[in-house]
């Protein structure tokens, strides 16, 4: 059995062990030693990081009462050295202790249960047991965290296998003796993840966003230095927007979406104008006696290139139009005549490396190479002569 020194000093960053086991299996080796710094995932918390003799640990397994550690090579003979990423260790805490107390303000303010809990590489989340959270919400839970936080309640860790005794925020998943972590005067969890000395190590605790999931809800947060980063992104981006905007901050959110309608105004009144210019060269083209009109476009979208095809698809007109620019489309269209598309769709968007479709009278797609236009026109000029 392994001796789990996370489980009584999750500070500990560095020890010895000796190797009581070792097997090589798909490539790696599984080694087992007699005590341990490194926590396996579990409970919603992933697995520790950092290295045993100078070798990454690359993951971490529990097998009965052992742990198992994985490396790329065997670590030697003799005692191992054992080195703990502490970095991420301290954030799995900050994340973790973070979540006990959330979880238990969540219980007494709102009577929202914790269904489920997971750190995530940029950030932490639970599933609560209810239907909506409010925005209002959102600040009363922040504020009474933070009250929680700065009174530095002490954090400690015992077993107990007298349930009696205790005030568990849910019953726990085993029977017998478990461990308790006890956020003093707050809350009392079965867990066997590693956790702070005390709540005010949590630093902050910050809301990010709440989801829908099913019939609950879904509540992301960040905690600790997480909180600080996603802070000092929030705020370079702020000062980004007042040197683009020169607005105090608080009016920011105005002017942004009242440039984002003046935007949608002006994108559409270009639209209006681009489509009465694709007419009216739609109008003069249909008055060429070209039987096949050839036009490419640029910082057209698809949407214009089909329109102005279209238009003289429905002018009796063939048409060939394309955009290198910003993207590389392109839509043939057969206005007269009895010729079938599809019979050489596939040749065209071999001759431009790309690929596409549609039906007997127009056809469209991507090309990668428009080198070889011409031959496109040309084998347009035949068929559609038929």
Request: proline residues 4%; aromatic residues 6%.
């Amino acid at each position: 059995m392994t001796e789990k020194i996370y489980l009584r000093d999750p500070y500990c960053r560095e020890t010895t062990a000796r190797v009581t086991g070792k097997e090589q299996r798909d490539g790696r080796f599984r080694i087992r030693l007699e005590r341990t710094i490194f926590c396996p995932a579990g409970g919603g918390q992933p697995d520790d990081r950092g290295a045993i003799n100078n070798m990454p640990v690359l993951g971490l397994a529990s097998e009965e009462d052992d742990v198992i550690h994985i490396l790329e090579l065997d670590p030697g003979p003799g005692e191992a050295c054992l080195r703990l990423d502490f970095a991420r260790r301290y954030d799995h805490m900050q994340q973790h202790t973070a979540q006990h107390l959330l979880s238990q303000v969540l219980v007494r303010l709102f009577e929202a249960p914790t269904l489920s809990f997971a750190i995530g590489p940029d950030h932490s989340s639970i599933e609560i047991g209810r239907a909506e959270f409010k925005q209002e919400e959102t600040l009363l839970l922040e504020a009474e965290c933070a009250r929680l936080i700065f009174a530095n309640l002490p954090v400690r860790i015992f077993a107990s296998d007298d349930l009696s005794a205790l005030q568990l925020r849910k019953p726990p998943k085993r029977q017998g003796k478990i461990r308790v972590v006890e956020i003093q005067d707050l809350d009392q969890s079965a867990c066997g993840g590693t956790h702070l000395k005390s709540s005010a190590e949590i630093g902050l605790l910050k809301v990010i966003k709440t989801e829908r999931v099913r019939s609950n809800i879904r509540l992301y947060y960040a905690a600790g230095y997480r909180a600080l980063r996603d802070y000092q992104l929030k705020h370079e981006v702020a000062q980004r927007l007042q040197r683009a905007v020169t607005q105090p901050l608080a009016d920011i959110p105005l002017q942004v979406e009242t440039m984002l309608r003046e935007k949608d105004e002006l994108r559409r009144a270009l639209k209006k104008t681009q489509r009465r210019e694709l007419e009216r060269e739609a109008d003069a083209a249909g008055a060429n006696n070209d039987p096949l009109t050839v036009r490419e476009f640029s910082a057209l979208d698809i949407s214009e290139i089909r329109f102005f095809a279209t238009s003289l698809l429905n002018r009796g007109r063939n048409v060939l139009a394309y955009s290198q620019s910003p993207q590389k489309y392109i839509v043939i269209g057969r206005g007269r005549g009895t010729a079938d598309l599809r019979r050489i769709s596939a040749r065209i968007f071999t001759l431009l490396g790309g690929k596409g479709g549609g039906g007997e009278n127009l056809i469209e797609g991507r090309g990668e190479d428009f080198s070889r236009i011409a031959e496109v026109v040309e084998m347009l000029r035949t068929s559609l002569a038929e």
